[in-house]
Each structure stands twice: as structure tokens, then as C-alpha cells.
């Protein structure tokens, strides 16, 4: 999926392929401030991201502090460096499906074997599959990586859900990875519960590039128990050793209370407009494309019965109408599409016409 998205995604005329809101320029987050940046000493920044900026993603996270908190390059990054500490004796990891692919794949290269349990559709909503995961952890499960907000649907797990999923870690002693990114951009502007909330050994991964609309900071963190924090840092001074600067620096800003509720409110007003346009663009397909309504993201993730397998059909929305989405099969679930609405509603609705174009032309 990155590969098909940073091949084509600068070169299409529609690329509803992206996952978070339209960003934000540096002039928009930091205001007066922005000149300040030009002052920045280009120097190395704090490994593990500067006091100030952790402490602001701390104040998020019930009684956590600056100590709890691991700054990386993106939550990419956040991943690869927690799965790099967990994974160090190989070991198992049960990964929720349909997700962000990353976490399989880095699992499966440093040593690891996957296991999946999906989410199932069920009565208009997407569920855990509990009966599937109590079944598959046992005492080789080193971890158990779920994404809440998930990528791709749009669901939320509630309270109930992720106290299941504890009580299932806890008979093995398992860690939790908790993919959290789009938490902040929940459309009824409930803010979706952090596993941190939950179970000790948990680490929830999040960052500025999803639900802040500011992907190009290439700021994400690590939240967790002090001790593992420690350990991870020194796995981080390994990869990229510390944030640049400027990142930090304009994340900080952005991390600032007033300022992170006037980001957050601005996404959550980007959904409400947008998804009644994919909403009525559904309905009007109604013959050929169904989905459960996402309830956080900018992301919805359609089901079809047209007559193409979902490479394919991205492949020629791609060739031949210049317009570009996820096909589902990057998720290992075929006959869907992710699409992404936190564009500007013009180019939103003329890149779904696209698909309209694509669509008649197969069904003639």
C-alpha cells in the first residue's frame, strides 16, 4: 500500500487514497509564531523529543508524565521500534485485521509469526471477533496489535471491547500495541478510550498525521510504562536517533492545549461536511456499493459487487481516470475500497464522479 500510494499519489489529478484531512500549513498551527521557526538552530534535537513536547502528549494519558513518553519520526517509526524491543525473542503476534499492514510485515521480518482475528460486520457496525482471538493467544503471544480508531473502516471499540481484549492479554501476559493515530477525529467528537486507560502493558502508538491533518512533522510517539520507555529509547537512538528540530519545535505548538482543541475541532468539522457527500454518493450507488458509516477518520471503506477484482479496479481508476484509492486487497480483504474523504469538498466529489465514470464503463 505505500508503494502504490507514494508512487502515484502526486502524480494523479484525484488522489482520494489519503487517510487524514486536508493539512495544515505552519503559519496555520503556530500563528504569530511561524517567523520563529526561521531562529530554529539546526542542531541535534532531544533523542527521545524534547521535555516540553512530551510533557503536552503526557497531559493526553491519565497520570502519565514526560518519563512515559518516547518521540519518534512519525508513527511508522513508533511501530518499528516497540515490535523491534518486543520481537527481540521471536515469539508470537496477533494482529487484528483489516489494518494498517505494517506491524504484520515488520513482525514477520524480525522473526515473529502472525496470527490474525478480524473485525465482522454486524448489524451495521464493525465488531471484534473474540471468539477467534481467546482462541488463537497462548503463551507464545508476545503481542497483541489492535487499531482503534481502525484503519481501514472507521470503527471504534468501546469499553467493553477493550476490556475483553485485556482480559484475554492478562491470562498470557501479554503486551498490547495499540495503534491509536486517528483518535481525535471521532465525527460525534467523543474521544475514542486509549488502551492506556486499561492494562499496564500496553503501548499506544499515535501521532500528528492523522487526526491533526500535519503528516509532513513526521511526529509520532510511544506511550507506556516508565521502565519500557527507557528500553525503547535506547532502541530509538538505533534508527533515527531523535526528531528534527522544526518538527519538534511546531509540534510542540500544535500540541499546545487551546491550540490542539482548535486542530481537532477543525478535523471533526472536515468529517461532518464531507461524509453526507460520500453518504449520498452510496446511496446513489446503492446498486453495486454498500458501507457501515465510519464513525472516526477520514476514511470509508466500501464494499462492491462489480465484476473486477479490487487491484484491478484501482489499477484502471488509476490509468484511466487519473484518480487513485486503496484497493482493498492491500488489506487482504478483496471486493473493497478505501476511500478517503478530508479533502476540500469540490475535489472530493469530482474524484468520486471518477469512480462514477469507471463504474458505468464496467457495468455497460
Known amino acids: 500500500m505505500e508503494r502504490w500510494q507514494s508512487t502515484w499519489e502526486n502524480t494523479v489529478e484525484y488522489n482520494l487514497s489519503e487517510s487524514g484531512v486536508h493539512p495544515l500549513t505552519i503559519r496555520e498551527v503556530t500563528g504569530g509564531d511561524a517567523s520563529k521557526v526561521l531562529d530554529k538552530n539546526l542542531g541535534y534535537g532531544q533523542t527521545n523529543g524534547t521535555i516540553e513536547l512530551r510533557k503536552r502528549i503526557a497531559a493526553i494519558y491519565e497520570d502519565a508524565d514526560e518519563n512515559n513518553v518516547i ?3 512519525g508513527s511508522s517509526e513508533a511501530n518499528f521500534v516497540a515490535l523491534w524491543r518486543l520481537l527481540q525473542d521471536k515469539g508470537e503476534v496477533v494482529f487484528m485485521v483489516p489494518n494498517y499492514m505494517q506491524i504484520s510485515g515488520l513482525a514477520k521480518n524480525l522473526g515473529g509469526k502472525v496470527k490474525t482475528f478480524r473485525l465482522l460486520e454486524s448489524r451495521n457496525e464493525w465488531v471484534p471477533d473474540f471468539s477467534t482471538l ?25 469499553e ?17 500495541l495499540s495503534d491509536e493515530v486517528y483518535q481525535g477525529s471521532e465525527i460525534n467528537g467523543k474521544t475514542t478510550s486509549s488502551i492506556w ?8 502508538i499515535s501521532g500528528l498525521s492523522k487526526a491533526y491533518g500535519l503528516p509532513g512533522l513526521r511526529i509520532g510517539w510511544i506511550t507506556t510504562k516508565k521502565q519500557m520507555a527507557a528500553k525503547l529509547w535506547a532502541y530509538h537512538d538505533y534508527t533515527s536517533i531523535a526528531p ?9 505548538k500544535a500540541m499546545e492545549p487551546d491550540t490542539r482543541i482548535r486542530i481537532l475541532t477543525r478535523t471533526r468539522s472536515i468529517l461532518k461536511q464531507n461524509l453526507p457527500i ?34 484491478q479496479f484501482a489499477n484502471r481508476l488509476l490509468q484511466e481516470k487519473k484518480t487513485l484509492v486503496v484497493p482493498g486487497a492491500h488489506f487482504g480483504m478483496d471486493r473493497y ?26 457495468t455497460q
Not at 488463537?136 to 480508531?149: E, F, S
Open 160 to 176: 467493553k471491547h477493550l476490556d475483553e481484549i485485556c482480559r484475554i492479554a492478562r491470562k498470557v501476559n501479554a503486551w498490547i
Open 244 to 252: 528534527n528540530v522544526v518538527s519538534d519545535y511546531v509540534a510542540t
Open 278 to 311: 460520500v453518504t449520498e454518493w452510496i446511496n446513489r450507488n446503492h446498486e453495486h456499493f454498500r458501507f457501515i458509516p465510519p464513525k472516526a477518520g477520514a476514511i470509508t471503506y466500501l464494499k462492491y459487487d462489480l465484476k473486477i477484482n479490487s487491484k
Open 134 to 158: 481467546n482462541r488463537i493467544v497462548n503463551k507464545k503471544t508476545k503481542v497483541i496489535a489492535i487499531c482503534n480508531p481502525n484503519n481501514p473502516t472507521g470503527a471504534t471499540m468501546n
Open 197 to 204: 486507560n486499561y492494562y499496564d502493558k500496553a503501548l499506544t
Open 71 to 73: 518521540v519518534t519520526n
Open 337 to 362: 475500497l478505501r476511500v478517503g474523504y478530508g479533502s476540500p469538498t469540490n475535489y472530493l466529489s469530482a474524484g468520486l464522479k471518477r469512480i462514477d465514470e469507471l463504474v458505468n464503463e464496467i
